[in-house]
């Protein structure tokens, strides 16, 4: 066992390769590629701060890719992690003065001065080698955050109170020692354990909730009342303050799922995962302007709320009359539903060959009980929805892909019998460059991602003014 000497030794790694994952750099590196290789990236802007689990990765891996996917190749000066304490008790925070942390994938060098500045701060900011030398909720994000990112420090640090004014003590600490320097904070967290898969949602809901909020006291008060578990909720709100401290002006969810839709086993209850975001939102344009008002945007909007509401509820849909001049034209429509930043359905019609209203009512519906990626949406979800309207432009077939705008046009790719199509602000949310862009729509197809350059492949371009 590695012993705490102030900058003088390296910390091992221990439940490298006892099931928590790989030891062999290269069955290790492999699976985080594949881990990376099925996330997604979800925000535009600088990421602050990240929630990650921290299960083995066999349960929780596929998860904590979308929180490392969002901060891939982007650069910090250091990186704080913050992990729950599961073997050693004690009263408030304690940070690693090590040297620095050895994985199979190399040694990471510890910020020591950034940790003796985060001791000094406060008499609740101790060094307890005890709370760091098993813990497994900081070590497992080291191989991610070393197959994600460049070159970093690190300040491992973990939490043995989790009270709220612990937890602004710590983000004061972290911002104002880390100063001037380039930050990312890492919450790892896992959610709810043992409970049955509805059960499991349902309590994590809560969590997702007050994380897609940024609301760092709503959180709190969640956890300590028992609404609803987080092992590293200290850590989360910890995370969710500094960052907004640092900078960031938003919040978004990447994924969620539990051990029983990661590994199939139900069988002993399941426990909850999130990835998540916050980060300093960047203003982007998407689409065009096709000249609705405010009352028409509101008007669709109201059209769609009400249909989901009537047929979610097995009521009859309202009967549409007296709509008149751009809600009257015929227009192609998607409407996207989402639920605390997630996606949670999206249906369209493409070809405008009925009014608009009739469209937006019928897609409404479609997007909330028939979209087959997800659950019909229940009467509980509707209050927690947010709805999105896309009105089309007419498809144009591209003959040179140096005409596609990012931002300004969706796209659809045909082969044969295939088709998938990407909505013009899916490509900006996730910075995709246009060969991504077109890669993303074959794969939607469920094509290669190559397949655009096939001379029997058909592409077309569209745009919509979205609100």
């Not at 639920?339 to 070809?351: D, E, Q, S, V």
Request: aromatic fraction near 8%.
């Amino acid at each position: 066992m590695a012993q705490n000497c102030d900058g003088a030794d390296f910390r091992s790694s221990p439940h490298a390769g006892t099931g928590w994952y790989p030891v062999n750099k290269k069955d290790l590196t492999d699976e985080l590629g594949e881990f990376m290789k099925g996330a997604r990236t979800g925000v535009q802007g600088e990421v602050y701060g990240i929630v990650s689990p921290h299960a083995g990765y066999f349960y929780s891996g596929s998860v904590a890719a979308f929180a490392y996917k969002n901060i891939q190749g982007r650069e910090y000066d250091v990186v704080i992690v913050i992990g729950p304490s599961h073997y050693h008790g004690f009263r408030g925070v304690s940070i690693d003065t090590m040297a620095g942390r050895k994985t199979p994938l190399g040694t990471v060098l510890f910020d020591t001065e950034l940790a003796r500045d985060l001791i000094e701060y406060s008499d609740e900011i101790i060094s307890d080698p005890r709370a760091h030398s098993q813990e497994h909720s900081v070590e497992v994000q080291i191989p991610f955050l070393q197959y994600a990112l460049k070159d970093f420090r690190l300040v491992e640090i973990v939490m043995g109170s989790q009270d709220y004014a612990i937890c602004e003590i710590l983000s004061d600490a972290i911002v104002k020692s880390a100063r001037g320097k380039r930050v990312l904070v890492v919450a790892s967290s896992d959610l709810s354990h043992y409970h049955s898969q509805k059960d499991a949602e349902r309590l994590d809901n809560l969590v997702v909730e007050a994380v897609a909020s940024f609301d760092p006291e709503m959180l709190y008060q969640r956890l300590s009342t028992d609404s609803c578990e987080a092992c590293g909720g200290g850590p989360i709100v910890t995370t969710m303050l500094a960052a907004e401290k640092l900078g960031a002006t938003a919040a978004k969810p990447l994924m969620y799922a539990t051990s029983g839709t990661t590994s199939g086993d139900y069988s002993r209850g399941v426990v909850g995962y999130l990835a998540a975001a916050f980060y300093k939102k960047e203003h982007v344009d998407v689409g065009v302007d096709l000249g609705f008002s405010e009352d028409e945007k509101t008007q669709l909007k109201d059209i769609a709320l009400q249909s989901i509401q009537a047929a979610v509820t097995g009521k009859k849909l309202p009967v549409l009359s007296g709509l008149s001049g751009k809600l009257a034209e015929p227009y192609g429509i998607f409407v996207t539903l989402n639920k605390h930043g997630t996606l949670r359905g999206c249906i369209g019609r493409i070809i405008g060959d009925q009014p608009l209203y009739l469209s937006c009512q019928q897609m409404a519906v479609a997007a909330a009980l028939d979209d087959p990626r997800f659950k019909p949406v229940t009467a509980q979800e509707i209050p927690d929805l947010d709805i999105d309207i896309s009105v089309l432009t007419p498809l144009v077939r591209v003959k040179d892909l140096g005409d596609i705008v990012i931002g300004r046009d969706g796209l659809i790719i045909k082969k044969g019998y295939t088709q998938g199509l990407l909505l013009p602000q899916v490509a900006a949310e996730y910075g995709w460059t246009v060969e991504e862009f077109l890669e993303q729509t074959c794969h939607k197809a469920g094509l290669p991602g190559d397949a655009y350059k096939s001379d029997d492949t058909e592409i077309y371009k569209f745009s919509a003014q979205v609100f």
